[in-house]
Every structure is written in C-alpha cells, then in structure tokens.
C-alpha cells in the first residue's frame, strides 16, 4: 500500500513551458484535491475531485487543470508556466464516511518556473 | 467561502511547558476539523482531529477543543519536547473541500 504518491519531486520550468504534475492513490479513495504552499501562506486549495469524472475549483485555480478519469488518478496541468506559480504542490485523498474525512498528503512537488 | 485564521504565528516555548495553538473558522457548515503537524521538507501529517459532533478530544499530550457556537478550535499540546518543534496547521472542512491556516512554528528550546 504505497498511500498517495506525486511525480516529479523536483521541477524547473521555464516561464510559458507546460507540465503535468501526477498524483496517484491506492486507498480507493473518493475525494483527491491538490494544493499549493507558499512561505506564510500555509495550503491553498488549487483544484479538487469528488469521484471520478467529478471536478471543482478551489481557491486559486487559475492557470491550472485537473481531469479525474479513474478513481486512482488526479493529474493536475499547468498550462503556461509562470514565475508566480514557483511553489511546492501538495496532492491530497480522503474518503468520507459519516463525519471522517481524514486526509493524506502526498510527499510533494517542488516547482521553480524561472 | 470558508475563511481559516490562525494564531500565533509563531511560538516559542521551554521544553516542559505547554503550547496552545488557536484558530477560527467563518463557515458554519464546516464539521470536521483536523490538525496537521509539518516538519521541515515533509509532507503534513494528520496528529488530531475532531468532528462538529464533539466539544474536545485528547490524544496523549495533544488535545483539540472545538466551540462551535463561537467558531473556534484550540490545539493544546503539553509537556512539550524539542521534537514536537515544527509548523502547525489547522483546518476546516465540509468533507469535500479543506481550508488551512496560515501555520504555527513552533519552537520547543530544550
């Protein structure tokens, strides 16, 4: 049971250059959600999945995608990289049953767009 | 949508005393409310958390309160050791979507 897992660990872009940043899950579960983290600004909600073929926006989603064909998968795409986007990226599961929502973190993608 | 506030930003405490953590939240359909501790270059790890459905839980040395009436939720650690030093996040959450804190750094001086 490998958990939550992210590629790449380490990204450089270069400003208008586009990626893929994959997130995949081996817990079934039905929630994924990417974040990023930036210096004093703690998580920030970039896109989230309530099952597959099921997505939303979070709190900054501009300049980013996400599809969620299976269950097991939640790549998020930046389409023309930018300087602003340089930040580390957290790609997160849960399931929901009843009030337990606990969540797992991925270990994370540090990305530089230069 | 959901608005999380935390405080302190930082906080430095002698090892053995305690340390308190504080957040609000704005949203009152949130009802889950976890605790997450992340050290320098990991991935945050869940260490508490507590449902709409209970007024304080305790884990060992952590222990949440949640006041659902005033919309606040409290992180107590006791006893603290230098390895408890690292950035503290709260959350909130409906189940589909979480909001965090901007994070703690806590600071244990042995």
């Known amino acids: 049971n490998a958990g939550v897992t992210q590629t790449p660990k380490f990204q450089v872009l270069k400003t208008g250059q586009s990626m893929t940043l994959q997130c995949a899950q081996d817990?079934?579960?039905?929630?994924m959600s990417w974040y990023r983290q930036d210096p004093g600004m703690g998580l920030r909600l970039i896109h989230y999945?309530?099952?597959?073929?099921?997505?939303d926006q979070g709190e900054v989603p501009n300049g980013y995608n996400v599809s969620r064909s299976t269950t097991e998968d939640f790549p998020l795409r930046l389409l023309s990289a930018a300087p602003s986007q340089t930040s580390v990226y957290f790609c997160?599961?849960?399931?929901?049953?009843?009030?337990?929502?606990?969540?797992?973190f991925g270990p994370g993608t540090r990305l530089t767009v230069t | 949508g959901e608005n999380v506030e935390q405080h302190p930003s930082t906080l430095s405490v002698q090892e053995g005393d305690s340390a308190v953590i504080k957040c609000t939240y704005s949203?009152?359909?949130?009802?889950?409310f976890p605790w997450y501790k992340q050290e320098l270059g990991k991935r945050p790890q869940l260490i508490i958390d507590?449902?709409?459905?209970?007024g304080e839980k305790k884990d060992q040395r952590i222990a949440v309160t949640l006041n659902k009436t005033a919309k606040h939720f409290s992180l107590h650690i006791t006893e603290t050791q230098p390895e408890d030093s690292a950035v503290y996040f709260c959350?909130?959450?409906?189940?589909?979507?979480?909001?965090f804190g901007t994070g703690t750094s806590l600071t244990v001086i042995p």
């Open positions: 997160a599961s849960s399931y929901s049953a009843g009030l337990n929502y606990e969540q797992y």
């Open positions: 817990m079934n579960h039905e929630y």
């Open positions: 999945s309530v099952g597959a073929g099921i997505t």
């Open positions: 949203d009152s359909a949130s009802n889950y």
């Open positions: 507590i449902r709409s459905n209970v």
């Open positions: 959350a909130a959450s409906t189940g589909n979507q979480f909001y």
